[in-house]
């Protein structure tokens, strides 16, 4: 789960990383009475789910309330890459000398987390990473030991941070590490990180993700999910118990248990076909489930062809062709379907399949039916 950038950044705050004050605002009038309360100059910034923000014109400095109620306005109205603002933060502008990149990540190869910091503030970390690599300075972080002094100072160091300014990076360090580590983010970021005019560090930007598995122990957080902000189709299967994630090809994929879902991709890659989405309809599923997924499958418009892969352990492959055959009645598909149903019940669950008035085919093989898909979706 991504969290917003004012709800980041309150994250960090409580574990001692400097923020600007600031407040969020839905209606131009509430940014104007935050601008007024705040008093100077301040940003109005769009809170969206995405980065590039800036460059996308979703971030305006104002000079008095009455410039930050009309950019509020502006970003009010807009999509930034395809999300509409719902949301601004009004923070006092910071009054920026440098802007340098910090971030805690879960390096999954090491186990461990990993502390990432860089001069190159203010730019997306990716392109540092691809333009200026030697540029990214990195220390892994020992769970037990947590992380340690030297390890800070070392970051502080080498991305030419002067001596005056090594303590308060220690402590937000520090602050983003032990933030990381409370609310089991999977990244906590602050992009820039600003060294202002008078040398203080401030946090201007931030970024967290939660992980998801982890949201049972932070009951609190698990209500900032900003349901608005997500995908509607990433939504829906949350909400129904299924895992899906949108890919750009063009062959939908419904499977049972997430290694099977896996090997569908590759299969289908391996033919020459590309999925359209990883989905795991879990096990046992159940026919309103079934048609859930289908619906999501078909809602897609970029789906020119439907493979089904059902292992039937738990699942009974009966029960999911009853799941298959109300979802026709439905959303009646007009791309072509392919089945492969084996295991428990797979005789019965096929035969209902011939009976439908759809354009689906079984197959009893996995290459069979990924080729069959990969040639009806050309
Ligand atoms: P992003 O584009 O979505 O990553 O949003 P950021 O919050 O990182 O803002 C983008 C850029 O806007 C920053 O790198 C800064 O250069 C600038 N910016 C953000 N906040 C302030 C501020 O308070 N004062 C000034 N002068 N610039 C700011
Ligand atoms: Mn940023």
Known sequence: MKL???????????????????DVATKPSEAREVAETLGGPVVVKSQVLVGGRG???GIKLA?????????????????????????????????????????????????????????????????VAQTKPEAIRKVTVDPFLG??????????????????QYRSFGRTAQGLYEAFTAYDASLAEINPLVVTGDGELLAVDGKMVLD??????????????DVDAEAPAEREAREAGLSYVKLDGTIGCMVNGAGL????????????????????????AQADKVATALRLILEDESVEA?????????????????????????????????????????????EMLKESAYNLTTAKTLVDAARRAVAAAE
């Open 4 to 22: 917003q950038e004012y709800q980041s950044k309150r994250l960090f705050s409580k574990h001692g990383v400097p923020i600007p004050n600031g």
């Open 55 to 57: 460059k996308a014109g």
């Open 63 to 127: 000079q008095d309330p009455d410039e930050a109620e009309a950019y509020a306005t502006e970003i009010l109205e807009m999509n930034i890459k395809g999300l509409p603002v719902r949301k601004v933060l009004v923070d006092e502008a910071a009054n920026i000398e440098s802007e340098i990149y910090l971030g805690v990540v879960l390096d999954r190869s090491a186990r461990r987390a990993t502390m990432m910091a860089s001069s190159e503030g203010g730019v997306e970390i990716e392109e």
């Open 147 to 164: 992380l340690r002094g030297y390890q800070t100072l070392r970051l502080a160091k080498e991305i030419g941070l002067r001596k005056e």
């Open 212 to 225: 998801d598995n982890a949201l049972f122990r932070h009951p609190d957080l698990a209500k900032l999910r």
């Open 261 to 284: 879902a896996m090997a569908t991709m590759d299969i289908i890659k391996y033919f020459g076909g590309s999925p359209a989405n990883f989905l795991d309809i879990g096990g046992g």
């Open 306 to 350: 439907v493979l089904f892969n059902i292992f039937g352990g738990i699942t009974r492959c009966d029960e999911v062709a009853a799941g298959i055959l109300e979802a026709f009645e439905e959303t009646r598909p007009t791309v072509p379907l392919v089945a492969r149903l084996v295991g428990t019940n797979e005789e019965e669950g096929r």
